[in-house]
């Protein structure tokens, strides 16, 4: 069977067919083209047209951009029925046939490849276009379009040069807006336009429609690898190899008079997720008018004033639309002397707070189930409801310069800058926070705007670019500040008597859509949202993975449990140590020459680790709490070496200058003091102190310190179960790497912990376990599991030491060139390596339940928080992850995932072959 590389709007069915399923379909037609076709099917009023196949791009790409056999042939076919559809003609000035020209890669990517209006007009055809309609205002007006959006797409000519041009015609002409303009005017632009092709390009504006159809074909294949739509991919993280379709839509026009209009909507509100038509239009206008916001735009709901019947008509079709595809969709309509025609349908990008108030309300509306809306909800955008909001009160004392319209929500703080190049080069090399400020953004800018916290414009509406943009990466953004003047060129901006310089601080609330001079302090949200609250019970009720939080203080735990932790994985008890009021007890341990003077020091460190383990027991009543004993080496609670040696120098040279004899005593005990801690840490210092004297080796050396350790968690226990607390401890020996080194350790540790409870009275049920951090941990795990009722992966250091790499020292050095040139594809300490580090988690845990089948099995390094690690956590059969209290949601709805994804395993994690969850068909979108 031949290549098939362009399907008209009306075959969509045979597409189907042919590729098996919808899913397949949208790969091949992109998801413009599939929506169109379908939209056609269901009987839609949408212009007639045809898609080229995305094979036809990657097929165009990989010959050297030159078309695919028979590729050209079948276009210029399908181009022939069009014109019997419309009973128009592509070049006729007696009956011309306009068409556009747009991309349309399979995953929505708005505004990031290349579109082409007004295709088929020339000299001779404008003046046909004049006779037919009387409205040569019109006819000049589509002309100058196309000779722009031409001469920037396909011939490389800058955009700013052909805005200069209408700006400086505006201002010949004493109007403020694009539609003031006459027809003389666009006929003056338009020869100006061609002027400036000529300059740039040495050659004439093609005047053959046929030529300016291939060549619009091949710009919106080449723009598939434009870097604007290489940035937005790699962002999304869309695959770079699915390539664009080319869609050609015959032209219906919003700018030919009153009873014309051209818009953008939504079936939701795709800030909040409200049930409501949101959106924007345009009387008299055409479609990148809406977008740009070079003119104010109207609201939708205008449109039930302006043209009821028309707006009647529309809010049916969305309504159908959004019940066919099951998901709010995002349109795009055209008005043709009060004929409504749809020109898009997709999937609409909208907030986090929208994505999971739409998700909750679909599933109540029947329109969903609940694991659809469990999978519909991403990570990331749970993530967004823990990003930071402006502090409350200290918001009511900033001053507010200016508000405008909340297109997506969340707070902001940066140094201004006027342009995406600027933007990225101070938030990426100079680690700036940086606020985007734009006239408008266009797809050129996304770099920037990936890179900054926030996004501020003058111009644009609801559904203009930078609302787009923001709202799909959770970027706060106030937009349509009409006050607002932007002057490009002295890097400032004013809005009434405030002037604002490049580089300057403001803040934003992209929630209520204002900005405010300097520098708000921001808080971290509340995230009891009754919607995600929802999603996140529906998502417990599917993860089989249990979620753990790590927390050192009993704030943290409290925190941790409202977010929904099942318990503590990690309690990491040297943190508590660095506590100014301990800190000189730990130093006067550290320091000690004798047993006397070290079990003082102990002594006095008991209560206090006591009281913490106490309230780390009442914030997790009735779950469990895994405590790791002391892991770092004793050096890290002095003084740096380096440090010591400068401070005893400079102090050496202030003795000289020192008069009376109060001063050299008290300068010379200082000198005494710190030549004690350099001796002390002389004697402590390691070449590599992270492979050295730490873990279970410190414990086994000075058996005493964690000794007092267990004795605090155990008095805890007691006491706080006398209070009526159910308690659970968990005592992890960490950095074990043989046998011989658990069983004297927890022998030691066990006895403490049994004296305690018999001078308290009380029995409490325990469980000694070991902390993998090292692989011979992993590989010798059947002997390890003798001797440890639990295991936890600590995944940042069992990857340095499976890699053979210092995590500080990589991240600032090779690992960063080897993720961008590709020789490593994930950060393995974001990310697990499923290959190293992975393969030991597998055979760690298959060897220790082998030995021990109940063995519990989880992680507690940063990666329990990343849903990628989740998702390998859960396949290896893992009880549980633990992370950061405010990664919990994250982890909840994440190990959700996983479990729709690869299937529900049994009842206890790891205990038989996973069961696949039943298939659902994708749904088309």
Request: hydrophobic share 40%; proline share 5%.
């Amino acid at each position: 069977m031949a290549n098939k590389w362009v399907y008209l709007f009306d075959e969509v069915a045979e597409a189907e067919q042919r590729m098996g399923s919808w899913e397949e379909v949208r790969a091949l037609l992109g998801g413009k083209g599939a929506n169109l076709g379908d939209m056609t099917r269901l009987g839609v009023p949408v212009p007639p047209g045809f898609t080229v196949t995305t094979q036809a791009c990657n097929a165009y790409l990989e010959a050297g951009e030159s078309f695919p056999d028979g590729m050209w042939e079948q276009e210029l076919e399908a181009l022939r029925k069009v014109e019997q559809a419309t009973g128009k003609s592509f070049g006729d000035p007696a009956r011309p046939l306009l068409v556009s020209c747009r991309s349309g890669a399979k995953f929505s990517m708005p505004g990031m490849m290349d579109t082409i209006l007004n295709l088929g007009l020339n000299d001779e055809v404008a003046q046909g276009l004049i006779s037919l309609t009387a409205d040569p205002r019109f006819v000049y007006d589509s002309y100058r379009r196309l000779v722009q959006m031409f001469g920037s797409v396909v011939l490389g000519v800058p955009d700013e040069v052909f805005e200069a041009v209408i700006t400086a015609r505006r201002n010949r002409a004493g109007v403020q807006v694009d539609s003031q303009l006459t027809a003389d005017d666009w006929q003056e632009v338009t020869r100006k336009f061609k002027e400036i092709v000529r300059t740039y390009t040495g050659h004439e504006f093609p005047e053959d429609p046929v030529d300016q159809l291939r060549l619009a074909t091949e710009a919106v294949f080449k723009s598939w690898n434009g870097k604007r739509a290489i940035d937005y991919r790699n962002a999304s993280g869309i695959r770079h190899d699915l390539g664009t379709a080319v869609n050609i839509v015959t032209m219906v026009f919003g700018n030919m008079g009153d009873d014309c209009a051209t818009g953008v909507a939504m079936t939701r509100n795709a800030t909040t997720g409200e049930r409501e038509i949101e959106g924007d239009y345009l009387v008299n206008a055409q479609g990148e008018d809406v977008v740009a916001g070079i003119r104010a735009t109207q609201p939708v709901q205008d449109l039930q004033v302006d043209m009821p019947e028309v707006y009647k008509e529309f809010e049916a079709i969305a309504d159908r639309l959004e019940r066919h595809y099951r998901n709010m969709q995002d349109m795009e309509f055209t008005i043709e002397h009060g004929k409504l025609w749809l020109l898009q349908t997709r999937d609409g990008k909208r907030t986090a707070q929208a994505e999971v108030r739409i998700a909750v309300d679909m599933v109540e509306e029947g329109l969903i189930t609940k694991e659809e809306a469990v999978q519909r909800v991403k990570p990331e955008q749970v993530d967004f409801f823990l990003h930071p909001q402006l502090e409350p009160e200290a918001r009511k004392a900033a001053k507010r310069i200016a508000a405008g319209l909340n297109v997506s929500p969340g707070a902001a703080v940066g140094q201004v800058a006027f342009d995406a190049d600027t933007a990225e080069r101070w938030a990426r090399e100079e680690g700036r926070d940086v606020i985007m400020v734009r006239p408008e953004t266009k797809p050129d800018d996304v770099h920037g705007m990936l890179a900054s916290r926030g996004i501020v414009t003058s111009r644009g509406g609801r559904t203009s670019h930078a609302a787009l943009v923001a709202r799909q990466f959770g970027k706060p953004a106030v937009v349509g500040i009409q006050e607002l003047d932007i002057d490009l060129e002295s890097r400032e901006m004013t809005i009434h008597d405030v002037t604002v310089k490049e580089g300057d601080l403001i803040s934003i609330d992209g929630t209520v859509g204002e900005v405010y001079v300097g520098r708000v302090p921001t808080v971290i949200p509340d995230i009891s949202n009754p919607y995600l609250s929802k999603v996140l019970e529906w998502a417990d009720g599917i993860r089989v993975l249990g979620v753990r939080a790590n927390a050192d203080y009993p704030a943290d735990a409290e925190r941790a449990r409202s977010y929904g932790a099942e318990g503590l994985g990690l309690v990491r008890t040297e943190h508590m140590f660095f506590e100014p009021e301990r800190l000189p007890i730990v130093q006067k341990m550290i320091m000690a020459r004798n047993a006397t003077e070290r079990g003082e020091a102990l002594e006095a460190l008991l209560p206090m680790q006591r009281k913490d383990f106490e309230g780390l027991f009442r914030a997790m009543d009735g779950l469990p709490v895994i405590i790791r004993l002391i892991d770092p080496p004793l050096h890290e609670f002095l003084p740096s070496h380096d440090e010591l040696v400068r401070d005893l120098a400079d102090l050496k040279v202030q003795l000289q200058h020192f008069h009376t004899l109060s001063e050299v005593d008290a300068a010379l005990a200082v000198i005494r003091e710190k030549s004690d801690h350099l001796e002390r840490v002389s004697e402590l210092r390691e070449a590599n102190p992270m492979l050295g004297t730490r873990g279970v080796r410190l414990g086994i050396l000075i058996p005493e310190l964690t000794r007092m350790q267990v004795r605090a968690i155990f008095e805890a226990a007691c006491n706080v179960k006398r209070e009526g607390v159910a308690v659970h401890p968990e005592i992890m020996i960490p950095l074990v790497s043989h046998i011989n080194e658990l069983t004297t350790q927890r022998r030691a540790l066990e006895d403490e912990a049994q004296a305690v409870m018999k001078e308290l009275g009380t029995e409490v049920a325990y469980q000694f376990g070991t902390m993998i951090e090292v692989p011979r941990a992993a590989l010798t795990a059947s002997e390890l599991a003798e001797a440890a009722e639990f295991f936890s992966y600590g995944t940042n250091d069992l990857t340095q030491t499976t890699f053979g790499v210092s995590r500080d020292d990589a991240e600032k050095g090779f690992l960063m060139h080897y993720l961008e040139n590709g020789i490593l594809e994930e950060n393995p300490f974001m990310t697990i390596d499923p290959q190293g580090v992975g393969r030991l988690i597998e055979m760690g845990t298959k060897m220790g339940r082998a030995t021990r089948p109940d063995l519990e099995v989880g992680i507690c390094g940063e990666h329990g928080g990343d849903p990628t690690s989740i998702h390998l956590c859960h396949e290896l059969g893992l009880d549980y992850v633990s992370c950061s209290p405010f990664r919990v949601p994250i982890a909840r709805l994440a190990a959700a995932h996983a479990a729709l994804k690869y299937g529900r395993r049994g009842e206890r994690a790891g205990s038989g072959k996973p069961e696949d969850a039943p298939s659902k068909e994708p749904v088309p979108a």
